[in-house]
Nanobody, 122 residues
């Protein structure tokens, strides 16, 4: 099995930007689709973005509205989530996960990181 870990979270003002990173533990990470999800207390985990192992499939949650960009650099076993025009509603713990299929469903993702906190506040 592989392990993934997120980084890059923090506090940002509304309208600001953050880039999150998801790093896999080994070379097999490049064979997996990777998804980003987010969660706030008392709410269900929400799909944010995904990317297939070969970059052919890229999808975003409905709320993204062109503000985020997902990409991957397989040479470093890393997937990035560039987030722009952040809003207070984007405040959440963001989780990275790796799975076998590039589908916007939690059930297809097997390996989850511990999450990184994103707080958007003035």
């Amino acid at each position: 099995q592989i392990q993934v870990v997120e980084s890059g979270g923090g506090v940002v003002q509304p309208g600001g930007s953050l880039t999150l990173s998801c790093t896999g533990s080994g070379p097999s990470f490049s064979d997996y689709a990777v998804g980003w999800f987010r969660q706030t207390p008392g709410k269900e985990r929400e799909f944010v973005a995904l990317i297939s192992y070969n970059d052919v499939t890229i999808e975003y949650g409905y709320f993204v509205k062109g503000r985020f960009t997902i990409s991957r650099a397989n040479s470093s076993n890393t997937v990035y989530l560039q987030m722009n025009q952040l809003e207070p509603e984007d405040t959440a713990v963001y989780y990275c996960s790796a799975g076998s299929f590039p589908l916007p469903r939690e059930s297809v993702f097997e390996f989850w990181g511990p999450g990184t906190q994103v707080t958007v506040s003035s």
